[in-house]
């Protein structure tokens, strides 16, 4: 199959890491279209629960170009100021986004690459995939979760604790995510938290700028062939946001070990132990959104896509780029996206060259 429009670059997604190439590619003067699946701007951020902001102030949250403005009254911007952010940055630089246009496939068409959509074929001579990891949660596989009668969802479904006040709530994962939603219902609930291993909280001082600064610093090590640093996760695993802080220090947020399984009504741990729950909700992680990719056969045995910085070593025309440290250090954070879309920008564009 051939025909469809044409430019020298697709980049799939509309949200920070594909507003972030779009920025650079409109630097260098390529051609190119973002296709985003959402009805309007602000990637993940508009989806994202009721009280959520930011681990870093506004100075420390900006992509490539334009900073983000301060957030009144804000020290930590919420999410709804991050959309209004994005949107405005796209409009700013007048970048070319379709939506919606949901990315059905990418293939191999001779010297193009074929991005098929359910609105029509492209073909371009170079994709950027940054799609991200929110549109594929990640649950864990506990016996009996099947049999459970409550109310489950993932990290993507809750919004606020206005949904579970007076229930009894079971919240699973000591990640950012678990902690801070954890937090979110301590004081109107019957929580429950639960994790693998005893939370690791950073010290309270410790906000995204030192994160920034602890990837950076591993990256700056790995390029010069010096010792692994650990970076961010050499800290600890959760940021001592102001909600999480006051749930902690109000003895709230004290977190179980994992438990063994669910039955109707139940979770019960390995010693017999049972706490009855109304809900149980999922903190448990993403996983790269990349189904897209699938017809270029780029996975290996462990369903990994190998990459050189951001390119796809069985397929150099295509580069991933926002989905975590394996695609460029902090690449999932609105200030660490910007380095690693220059660097696949600029190999895109030597490709023209």
């Known amino acids: ?38 009805s309007a701007p602000g990637g993940a951020w508009q989806h994202v629960w009721d009280s959520l902001h930011l681990f870093s102030p506004a100075t420390y949250s900006s992509l490539p170009g334009r900073p983000m403005p301060v957030q009144t009254g804000q020290t930590y911007p919420d999410a709804g100021h991050v959309v209004g952010y994005l949107t405005e940055h796209e409009r700013r630089y007048d970048l070319p986004v379709q939506r919606p246009v949901r990315v059905t496939g990418v293939y191999r068409d001779g010297q193009f690459l074929r991005v098929e959509t359910d609105s029509g074929l492209w073909q371009a001579r170079a994709v950027i995939s940054a799609t991200g990891t929110w549109w594929r949660p990640f649950l864990s596989a506990v016996p009996g979760r099947a049999d459970f009668r409550g109310r489950q969802l993932h990290t993507v479904g809750y919004r606020s ?29 019957e929580l429950t938290w639960v994790t693998q291993r005893p939370p690791r909280f950073l010290a309270d001082d410790i906000d995204g700028r030192a994160l920034f600064d602890a990837a950076t610093a591993r990256r700056r090590a790995l390029e010069h062939g010096r010792t692994d640093t650990g970076g961010v996760a050499s800290l600890g695993d959760i940021v001592a946001v102001p909600p999480v802080r006051e749930a902690r220090d109000a003895g709230r947020l004290k977190a179980a070990p ?87 920008v600029r190999d895109v564009a030597a490709m023209f060259a």
Not at 8 to 32: K, P, S, T
Not at 163 to 188: E, H, M, Y
Not at 318 to 336: C, E, K, M, N, Q
């Open 1 to 38: 199959m051939t025909g469809g429009a044409r430019t020298q670059v697709v980049v799939i997604g509309g949200g920070q890491a594909g507003l972030a190439a779009g920025y650079h590619l409109r630097r260098l003067g390529v051609d190119f279209v973002i296709l985003d699946a959402q």
């Open 161 to 189: 604790p206005r949904d579970f006040a007076g229930q009894r709530v079971v919240v699973v994962g000591g990640g950012n995510s678990g902690a801070q939603i954890a937090a979110d219902l301590a004081f109107d609930t």
């Open 258 to 344: 994992m438990f063994r399984r669910l039955d109707r009504d139940t979770v019960v741990w390995a010693d017999g132990t049972r706490a009855r729950a109304d809900a149980v909700i999922w903190c448990t992680g993403f996983r790269p959104a990349l189904s897209h990719l699938a017809p270029l056969g780029l996975r290996g045995a462990r369903g990994h896509i190998t990459v050189e910085g951001t390119r796809a070593v069985d397929e150099p025309r295509v580069h991933l780029l926002g989905y975590g440290d394996w695609t460029g250090p902090a690449s999932a954070t609105l200030i660490g996206v910007g380095r690693p879309a220059r660097d696949a």
